[in-house]
């Protein structure tokens, strides 16, 4: 029998963390509706005028006013554009790729950067191949994103410091957030300690130290999020902050998709989880093992804020969440992970 | 040319946006922090403007403040000085105010909008004066600006032509008609920016037997000028601004909360009384001098539609117009149209017709917050809305009204209203107690077809902002008792097709199903600032009694 989903969000019922009431909805959506029942009348959240505070703090005072982490999505796609179009800034953008980044989406980004005409520097490594494929073969709950994103965030702070740039701006939606809006920007959206991500967390806290740490290769890779922001800090020395424009303007995708659609042309890409998203191939594969080892993925809990705060609704987010691929695309990657395929 | 006006400091914070020879924007912080009447720096009001109009902060080539600071500061440590040292403590706690927020105005914008740009500051008057005439269909007007007090003036005259505005006359601290109101608003227990409303309905169940005891401490000259009498009141002194000489001439102050007797009832009578005769005396005297056929009211005291009334009805004046935000929020806008206008030579812009200037919210947006609440509801054309909402409002139904962009001002009119059958005997007691939770003494206004209007009043004038009453003809009272005052008038707003589309169409289909062309109509709110955003409004309607709520293309029943 499948577990309940919460009648409010996409949440289904994942005990200790996740619980429903009697009535069908889940505690994080409680949480949430107290949080703004609570919330101090001078909690007015972020404004866009927020963001140009810090971002006139360092306008000008160097070589590129910030790092622009672009996928060739819509959400880094938009953000490259506010930055570049709207705030005048002088980006250097950034793109990583693990290897499983479809070449779809490296146009998209090289498109991009084309028409803003501004710097680009493209990093592609297999660094990380080994570690995936430990992932899937021990079976381990890990999930397969928050591993990903500290080395990528690690890169990030790398280049941020190599070229001097003080700030990172990202793509992350207001959905990626977590906690309230002014601790993200302290802790740079990375909290991973709300109930919807504990069980999550203390699986990679698990698999760091068991299957990570004990491997010569992976010696130096960080363990936390926290760790990223003090090798950040201490190795290379960058004070950068992450930030997304997306916090500081109202509205969603429903706003800026047709800008960038207009002024970039940009287009989605035919292939991704979930729909209408520019995620590489191998989040099919973190987000199947994710939804079979917990009944949900990160985007699950991404759609879930994003209905909390009025930009989806739940219909349309179980419509964007559902996975209808075939089962091709997981044997390509577990091909490119050297591991045999299991699909038909 | 894009120019930012702004007021705070003291109630009413607002921002306003000029761009491209229009007004794009205009709105209250009070809507945004949901803090009634907000002092506060209206950053998100800021934010919303130039979101409102595609542009980020950068775009703003000037700034405008709504008055002077260090003129203002400068009156305040003088009248304390005056007062010492029994305004001493008075000055202690007021200081931290000035030097925190009031003295550093220009460090306060460069830093909360991180932009470096020369604030213009424009006087209090000028600020109010600008308000009125520059968005007024004149060409040339006579400008009368009353308030509580700005700089050193309280109220001040003069006139406009083109672009042009002279201020010749000015009457200053402490004589001022507004803090007069105010402190008797305070005397009877009401608080003070909110409750000046409430003395005015009050004032016509009183009989105005206090008016020689008024004139005791208010000195009236023929040309509407006037001297407070100080020796009755405490300025500076404390929580409150009138004294024990006060109280032995009205009676020990009414405390909040107890309830109204005809004392009370005869002082609010009293002061409105004086109020509108010095208000008529100082529009003749401005007649008489300026030798204009046209006048343009600004300030907060012209929110006082029952002296707005007398004034256009015992005036030599020709038209009036009042901007929808007399008070200080419409300030902000009056330094941005001043600056625009006057000072940088761009010509007049059409006159307002609409207040229609704040946020507005799509389908998609709502849609999606009715879906995740689990709110059941309806999609409708137009038309299809009309006809339901008008079937409803004809059966007695109570409706929340929430389309288009929010007004600018105090008034709702048409796009944050909940709607009722002006026709329904019990619909006052009904709205006042359990959707408004508000003094049973209060009165609903009407929103009328233009082309109707004399059907039912005594008057036949334009009204679009709900700013002036009508008396009703006697032999219709009986047909629409919920908006008629005991006074036999109503707060009445003209609406016409051009200027009010669907919500004329509203009024229409009523009209076609009653034979009554107009709806009771009060804002969108129940003790709290008027609804902003889809989510207020849902939850003001799930809070309250009204039977239906029309959120932009969807109907949602209880």
């Known amino acids: 029998m499948s577990a309940r989903i919460c009648n409010r969000c996409v949440l289904p019922e994942a005990p200790p963390d996740i619980r429903l009431d009697d009535a069908g909805m889940c505690n994080i959506c409680h949480n949430f509706d107290e949080e703004q029942r609570c919330a101090e009348p001078d909690d007015r959240g972020l404004l866009e005028t927020d963001f140009l505070k810090i971002i006139e703090k360092h306008r000008g005072k160097h070589e590129y006013d910030c790092l622009c982490m672009l996928s060739g999505g819509k959400d880094s796609t938009a953000a490259l554009y506010y930055v570049k179009e709207r705030y005048k800034l002088n980006p250097l953008v950034f793109t990583f790729n693990h290897g499983f980044v479809p070449d779809e989406h490296i146009a998209s980004a090289q498109r991009t950067v084309e028409k803003l005409g501004v710097d680009f520097v493209y990093f592609q490594t297999n660094f990380m191949k080994d570690l995936f494929r430990k992932i899937v073969e021990t079976k381990s709950k890990v999930v397969i994103c928050p591993v990903c994103s500290l080395w990528y965030m690690l890169k990030t702070y790398e280049i941020a410091a190599q070229f001097d740039v003080p700030i990172i701006v990202s793509g992350w939606t207001k959905g990626q957030t977590t906690g309230s809006t002014r601790s993200v920007l302290s802790k740079c959206a990375c909290d991973q300690n709300p109930d919807e991500f504990k069980a999550m967390t203390e699986a990679t806290r698990r698999f760091m130290k068991e299957q990570v740490k004990t491997d010569p290769k992976y010696r130096d890779f960080p363990m936390t999020m926290e760790e990223v922001l003090r090798i950040a800090k201490k190795k290379y020395k960058s004070k950068a902050i992450v930030l997304s424009p997306h916090w500081f303007v109202p509205g969603g995708p429903d706003e800026y998709v047709p800008v960038i659609r207009e002024q970039l042309g940009w287009e989605y890409t035919a292939r991704s989880y979930p729909r209408q998203s520019t995620n590489c191939d191998l989040n099919f594969l973190a987000s199947k093992l994710a939804m079979e080892n917990y009944g949900y993925s990160v985007y699950h809990i991404e759609m879930s804020n994003m209905i909390r705060m009025g930009l989806v609704t739940r219909e349309e987010a179980l419509d964007l969440l559902e996975m209808d691929v075939d089962g091709e695309i997981f044997d390509d990657v577990l091909k490119k992970l050297n591991i045999e395929a299991q699909h038909q | ?558």
């Open chain 2, 1 to 558: 040319m894009t120019i930012l006006g702004i007021s705070c400091y003291y109630h009413d914070s607002c921002a306003a946006l000029i761009h491209d020879g229009r007004v794009v924007a205009a709105a209250q912080e009070e809507r945004f922090n949901r803090d009634k009447y907000s002092p506060v720096f209206p950053i998100q009001a800021v934010n919303y403007c130039l979101q409102e109009a595609g542009l980020t902060i950068y775009d703003v080539d000037e700034i405008t403040f709504y008055e002077k600071m260090y003129l203002k500061f400068e009156r305040t440590v003088l009248s304390h000085l005056a007062g010492y040292p029994f305004t001493l403590r008075n000055f202690l706690d007021t200081m931290p105010l000035w030097l925190k927020d009031r003295l550093t105005v220009s460090a306060t914008i460069e830093d909360e909008l991180s932009i470096k740009r020369p604030v213009r500051y424009v006087k209090h008057h000028l600020s109010h004066a600008a308000s009125g005439f520059l968005l007024s269909p004149f060409e040339r007007a006579a400008i009368l600006t009353v308030d509580g007090v700005g700089e050193y003036a309280c109220a001040a005259y003069g006139s406009g032509s083109g672009t042009a505005i002279e201020l010749r006359k000015e009457m200053h601290y402490p004589h001022s008609l507004g803090l007069l109101y105010s402190i008797v608003t305070a005397y009877l227990g009401f608080r003070v920016f909110s409750g000046e409303g409430k003395v005015m309905a009050l004032a016509e169940y009183g009989e105005p037997s206090f008016l020689d005891e008024f004139r005791k401490i208010v000195h009236a000259r023929s040309d509407g000028s006037f001297e407070l009498d100080t020796s009755y009141f405490s300025f500076n002194r404390g929580d409150r601004m009138h004294n024990r000489r006060f109280e032995k001439l009205f009676g020990s102050p009414r405390p909040p909360g107890e309830e109204l007797n005809d004392r009370h009832r005869n002082i609010a009578a009293s002061l409105q009384r004086l109020t509108e005769i010095v208000l008529i005396d100082m529009v003749r005297h401005v007649a008489r001098e300026s030798g204009e056929k046209n006048l343009c009211l600004a300030g907060g005291v012209f929110l006082n539609v029952t002296a707005n009334s007398r004034i256009r009805e015992e005036s030599d004046f020709q038209e009036i117009f009042i901007q929808p935000a007399a008070g200080d929020a419409g300030a902000a806008l009056g330094a941005a149209l001043y600056l625009y206008h006057s000072v940088l030579g761009n010509p007049r812009m059409p006159s307002l017709k609409s207040c229609a200037l704040g946020a507005s919210f799509s389908d998609r947006a709502i849609q999606v917050l009715l879906r995740n609440r689990g709110v059941r509801f309806r999609a409708m054309e137009s038309d299809e809305l009309v006809a339901e909402a008008a079937d409803r409002l004809a059966a007695k139904q109570i409706v929340g009204w929430f389309r288009g962009r929010m007004e600018f001002g105090p008034r709702a009119l048409g796009n944050r209203s909940i709607l009722a059958h002006p026709g329904d005997p019990e619909m006052k007691d009904r709205l006042n107690l359990i959707i408004k939770h508000r003094e049973a003494f209060r009165p609903f206004g009407a929103s009328v077809l233009r082309e109707h209007m004399a059907e039912f009043f005594e008057q036949d004038w334009s009204s679009p902002f709900m700013l002036f009453i009508a008396r009703v003809h006697a032999a219709k009272i009986d047909a629409i008792p919920a908006v008629v005052h005991v006074n036999g008038s109503s707060r009445i707003q003209t609406v016409t097709s051009e200027e009010n589309g669907i919500y004329y169409d509203l009024i229409e289909a009523f009209r076609e199903r009653t034979g009554l062309p107009m709806l009771l109509n009060t804002s969108f709110n129940d003790s709290e600032p008027i609804v902003h955003t889809p989510e207020e409004a849902l939850r003001c309607f799930e809070d309250t009694d009204m039977d239906c709520l029309v959120i932009g293309g969807y109907l949602v029943e209880q």
